[in-house]
């Protein structure tokens, strides 16, 4: 076999070696190219970031190792802690460099939030690997998409949402919250000292109950997570919470950026060949990640399911459910049969929204109450 590619080495070289014989200009291109490209990978890693860039005067850490920047930091730490030690040394507002140059800013002034994230959020919409990542929980619904299609999505939800739809819903906490008060008093009754008290892990009994009352009031599911430790949304979501560390969501998102990778771990043959992820170190967790998914999305699929009979039933105002996909689900019916121009969801975009209120509604209420 050697000497057959000795051959065909010999025979490429001196094909190639007649061609820019032929035409130099060849030559003079391929060169051309080569040095531009190293100039580029230079300016863009080197001399921008130091010399040219407008965000060079902004406070922030060092620019870190010159191809990959502060990136190895924030994957060795766990989520959001270097961001808030630089928050701490740096003040208010900070600029980090990360791999090949690419600068990031970190906001925490109050006047600059509100004017990106509720006066101007149109001209300021979230970066694409972060509607990717976002996405790949919690679909791409009211979360993650941006400018008009955001406008039309809140207008057409804004109903399901009123303050009396809202207080019609305030009984179905109670369950919940008071089943969570029982299991912490009864777990300090157990102890042998119970005025000593006991530590407890807030955010996981609060992740249960917010989960809880979320799938009660937003669409009639009762999922008991609370006393039911083996409940299929609420061991898919604790799989999920485990992964949210620094290391894989910095590898998560790099996969992600990988053209077709985001369709590709959300279809059903990346969840039956998802042993082939667990074969490599890097790929590992997306094998986690993509079978909780699928228990996610299945149960999503049947609560959508039926709040699609329900409302091809005719039912009076009392007997109508209150839940808000009920609300939502009636409200697009009423647009589609009565054939209006107005923005009506269609089903992949009713689908996104379970997965937005069960993914983001109770993990971002969970985390603040904890």
Request: a neutral charge.
């Amino acid at each position: 076999m050697y000497p057959v590619l000795r051959t065909a080495f010999e025979s490429t070289w001196q094909h190639a070696t007649e061609t820019v014989k032929a035409h130099p200009v060849l030559l003079y291109g391929a060169i051309a190219g080569i040095v531009w490209s190293i100039w580029s990978i230079f300016y863009r890693i080197f001399l921008y970031p130091r010399f040219f860039s407008p965000l060079r005067a902004v406070p922030g850490p060092s620019l870190g190792h010159p191809l990959y920047g502060q990136f190895l930091a924030i994957m060795q730490g766990e989520s959001g802690i270097p961001q808030r030690a630089w928050v701490k040394e740096h003040g208010p507002l900070v600029r980090v460099v990360g791999p090949f140059g690419i600068e990031r800013l970190i906001v925490m002034k109050p006047e600059a939030l509100q004017k990106i994230l509720v006066n101007d959020w149109v001209d300021y919409p979230r970066p694409k690997f972060m509607r990717d990542v976002l996405g790949s929980v919690t679909g791409h619904g009211l979360l993650t998409v941006t400018g008009n299609e955001h406008k039309q999505m809140r207008k057409a939800m804004n109903p399901a949402f009123s303050i009396p739809n809202l207080v019609a819903q305030s009984e179905m906490y109670h369950d919940a919250i008071e089943g969570l008060v029982k299991i912490l008093n009864d777990q300090i009754d157990s102890e042998k000292e119970p005025q000593d008290g006991k530590e407890l892990l807030m955010y996981e009994w609060l992740s249960k109950a917010t989960l809880d009352i979320i799938c009660e009031t937003a669409f009639g599911y009762r999922s008991d997570s609370l006393h039911n430790a083996h409940n299929e949304l609420a061991e898919a979501y604790d799989t999920l919470t485990s992964l949210q560390t620094g290391p894989n969501l910095a590898r998560f998102i790099a996969i992600l950026s990988l053209p077709g990778a985001v369709k590709l771990i959300s279809s059903a043959w990346a969840f039956n060949h998802r042993h082939w992820f667990r074969k490599f170190r890097q790929t590992e967790q997306l094998a986690l990640h993509t079978e909780s998914m699928h228990h996610i999305r299945k149960v999503s699929a049947a609560m959508l399911r039926e709040k699609m009979r329900d409302s091809a039933a005719t039912r009076s105002d009392s007997e109508a459910k209150r839940d808000i996909m009920s609300l939502l689900v009636r409200a697009r019916k009423a647009d589609l049969d009565n054939k209006t121009d107005g923005y009506a969801m269609s089903d992949e975009a009713m689908m996104d929204q379970v997965l937005t209120f069960l993914g983001a509604g109770h993990e971002t209420t969970a985390s603040g109450l904890a």
